[in-house]
């Protein structure tokens, strides 16, 4: 290849890869995860649902378990005793996450115990088990304590607990691409035609009307027909469209090239504006209809859709905010 | 190092896609067959007619059992070598969340018989019918229950009321049955919800557990 052709597509990419930025926005994304992880365990224990959901019939169950996770089967499987031991230490686990203590071995051992608690009764499992183990896993990858952590505090360079230290990017990257492909490939499975202008745009109406999912009473969703028809609409149109996330990215690292499109898209901050829609969503998602950690675990994703640097802008903004009200008499 | 690892992250990126990617998972006749799936497949099957496709529900069902079933076996020998990494480390796929809705959803009902008498003590959502709603009504459970809402899991739905049933010989000493039913209902247009409510249920999966063989 010419100089003047530039480096192949590989090298591009292969420098994408090795890019570094501090760790902000990885170790918010593990704060979310970990809060997420009590978030699955801590209402389950609190409730004593826990025998029904995770125990076997012999220990309390309400029916035998045939569980094949090794975790599972190396604890002596799913028993009144090893379940209050792993359920308490999934806790402890998610905690330290929240902290950031232990790094990449503190992912890991939530990852597999997090996929044995999920292998033990996927009939009361759901898309949120799902996300939150490949969270888990991108933690792994990450190293996500390396700021904002008890681990930067006790063992970093600086010892302190905000570190500017650069880590690697790319698990950021994966983060926003495993994001994006959730929301395309579920839009693209709303094949039921509730979600189709034939259907007349129906499923956000009988969603709520579902007894599985209602938190409060929706007596007043049909009032408001029309508003959740609009809405199905738009998540369908949205979640599908989701793939505008990594356009956008494109933009924003291409944004000395030309075209029209591209300044219109960095100007308007398109990211960001898919943010805002999918954060209203989820937040609407959680103040109607019980799916457990499903909102929080998807918008702790959301954490890596923004650069360090934006962080590290914001909190400078924040803190002169904070400082001129307390300086004002 | 800086190629083995991009090798390593576009495996990753490529394992996820692959896994990700929409396939008719759980396709079987059994589930084509489902009056929710069957109103789908007229509903869809008018809309391509709109569109100069004449194939009408059957043929339409027809073409998908055909080609969903080969499009999934094609699928099981491309994710093979992904699946044992998948599996081991937690990056599994699978995002069909409300693809079909239930227009036919169905409350847990579980009454008691005092006597000749029957009487209510449980219903899902319910804030007056609420005997161990704080488990019943946790997360899990929901999505337990409605596995059972879809008619699906009926023996763990047995094995639900024999362990309800054990509960409540213990907390109702006096009571001798306990019953569990799946209350079904189609959940009508909003002006029709709106204006008479929702419809009388039809009785699903009711079952009866003696209380004695507890004592």
Known sequence: MSAAAGPSVWTRVADR??????????????????????????PIRRSGVLPLVWMDRAYGGFRPLDVHHWLIRFVGGPTDASLMVLSGVAVLAGLLL???????????????LMLGLFAISPETSGGHDLLLSNALWLLV?????????????LFGDDHAFFSPRPVAAWPRYVAIFQLVLVYTTTGMQKLGMEWMPWGHWTALYYA?????????????????????QVATALTWLWEVGSPLWLLAYWYRATRDRPG???????????????????????LGLWALMDLGPFSLVTLSFYACLWHPDEYARLWRRLRGLLRGLLRRP | MKHLRTILVLLHVLAITLLAFPAPVGLTQRALAQPEIQDTI??????LQDLGVDLGPQRLSALLWSAGSRFLAARRTLLAPFRPYARAVG????????????????????ELQEGETWRPIYRSRSETLSWHRQWLDQERMRAQVNQFAWLRHRQSYDELGTWLARQAAVEFPQANHIRL?????????????????????????????SLDKFR
């Open chain 1, 98 to 112: 929240v902290i950031g203590f232990g790094g990449r071995i503190t992912a890991l051992a939530t990852g597999q």
């Open chain 1, 260 to 282: 029209r499109l591209r300044a219109l898209c960095n100007r308007l901050d398109l990211r960001a504006a898919l943010a805002i829609f999918g954060i209203l969503m989820h």
């Open chain 1, 208 to 228: 709520l009307l579902t007894p599985s999912w209602q938190r409060y009473d929706t007596a007043w969703v049909p009032r408001l027909f029309p508003l959740t």
């Open chain 2, 91 to 110: 990056c599994e796929q699978g995002w069909r969340m409300f693809g079909t809705l239930n227009r036919r959803p169905a409350w847990l009902l579980i």
């Open chain 2, 42 to 47: 007229q509903a869809d099957a008018e809309a």
């Open chain 1, 141 to 153: 990858l990450s190293p996500s304590t390396a700021t904002l952590s008890l681990d930067a505090r």
């Open chain 2, 181 to 209: 039913s799946m209350e079904q209902r189609s959940i009508p247009a909003p002006a029709v919800l709106e204006k008479d409510g929702w419809p009388p249920p039809t009785l699903r999966w009711q079952t009866v557990h």
């Open chain 1, 17 to 42: 890869l090795a890019h570094r930025e501090p760790a902000t926005a990885l170790a918010l994304f593990r704060i979310g995860v970990g809060l997420s992880v009590l978030y699955t365990v801590v």
